[in-house]
Structure formats: C-alpha cells, structure tokens
C-alpha cells in the first residue's frame, strides 16, 4: 500500500509570505500528527488530528494551524514566515495498533 | 513534564565494531517505546516495544526495553557504512498519538 505522501518535497519563501504543506496519510488512517525538525531542537510537535478534530496542539505560536478533512488529508498553514520557520516538516500517519509511519517530509527554506 | 533523553548525541566507530545507543524516557501511563532510523528525510520504523525484558531483533539490530529502570537500548553489531543515520527513540503521550522523540544519536560508521 501506499506510503504517507507530504508535497510539495521543497519550497523557498520570503519572509512575511504564507505557506501550506500537505499531508496525504496511508489509506484507512485517520489520525495524523506534524512535527517540526531543525538541528537545534530536534524534532518538535505541532499538532495532532483524528477524524477532523485537533486533538492536541503543540508549543508553537497562532501562525502554525493545520487542518483534516474528510479523506483524513491534512494541511497544515504558516502566517507571516519567519526566518526561524526554516526547518524540516514533517507528517505522519497511524492506523490500527500502534505503528507510526512518517512521509518524506517538506524542506522549508525561509530566505 | 514527559520527556526522552538519548545518548550519547554523537559516535563515530569504524566498521565491524558493535554500538549502544541509549534512551532514556518519563512519560506519564507508559504505553510503549519506538526506535526510528533517520538517513536523509523520513524517520524509518525500527522496532516498537512494549514489555519490558522481551529483545526485539531485526538482522543485525536489536532492542530491548527495562520498563522498571525506564530506558531501552539499541544495539547494532558488525555496524556497516549503510548504518551511518540520525537514531531517533520515541514515546507516544498519555491518550494521545503525540510522539515525543529524543535528540537523537547521530552515528557515523567508516570504512
């Protein structure tokens, strides 16, 4: 079966410019979750969705927001790009028991 | 506050030797624990373990957990130039599918 799906693979912004990376989970998961990777945090989580409903939030400011809809795709938006917003995102999707498989990620780079 | 601690954060060996990598977690209502390998992009599923004292093996990796003194190792024998990656432990949050991951031990295998 098909794998967790993030695109686009890379984006470059300027500062101040919004963005929105998709998640396309494997077929027949409904929860979804997003983290931030950069080599001085880590990686670092933003949110958690199962059936449409942000389950969990993570310590990121009002600019980071994300989305599920009804096929368990998700999005996730980020508002007036800062440099610090340059990291790896990435996504990843869980099924029934307790595996967790990550997509390939998007490389932001905020110039 | 839930946290997971790797080490050490960096090792370098040649091949052929044998490594341990390290982590060590507190999370409230412990469910299970999970090793990623991460090379360029996408966290790839290593092992996930539950009980404590059971060895996960998988080629030439192993796991095992000590769910009373709260850590696991991972062991890699006869460690290859393709090993060389970002070793990524990780434990789900209480009631959620928030995974809160290590810093990660960075391992470097040479010819």
């Known amino acids: 079966k098909a794998g967790v799906t993030q695109t686009p693979r890379y984006l470059i912004k300027t500062r101040g410019q919004q963005v929105t990376l998709s998640c396309s989970p494997i077929?027949?998961?409904?929860?979804v979750s997003w983290y931030q990777q950069t080599p001085g945090q880590g990686l670092q989580f933003l949110f958690e969705y199962f059936s449409e409903t942000q389950r969990n939030k993570g310590n990121f400011p009002g600019r980071f927001s994300g989305r599920q809809f009804s096929n368990s795709r998700s999005e996730m938006n980020v508002s007036t790009l800062e440099l610090g917003d340059s990291a790896l995102y990435l996504c990843?999707?869980?099924?029934?028991?307790?595996?967790?498989?990550f997509g390939s990620g998007t490389r932001l780079t905020v110039v | 506050e839930d946290k997971v601690v790797q080490s050490p954060l960096s090792l370098v060996v040649h091949e052929g030797d044998t490594v341990t990598l390290n982590c060590s977690y507190e999370?409230?209502?412990?469910?299970?624990l999970l090793w990623y390998k991460q090379e360029k992009k996408a966290p790839t599923f290593l092992f996930m373990l539950?009980?404590?004292?059971i060895e996960k093996k998988s080629g030439r990796l192993s796991s095992i957990l000590d769910k009373k003194e709260l850590f696991s190792i991972l062991n890699i024998t006869a460690t290859q130039t393709g090993d060389s990656a970002v070793y990524l432990c990780?434990?789900?949050?209480?009631?959620?599918?928030?995974?809160?991951f290590g810093t990660g031990t960075r391992l470097q295998v040479f010819p």
């Open positions: 539950t009980s404590s004292g």
């Open positions: 999370v409230t209502n412990f469910r299970s």
């Open positions: 990780a434990v789900p949050a209480y009631n959620t599918d928030k995974l809160i």
């Open positions: 077929s027949g998961h409904r929860s």
């Open positions: 990843a999707s869980r099924g029934q028991g307790n595996g967790y498989t």
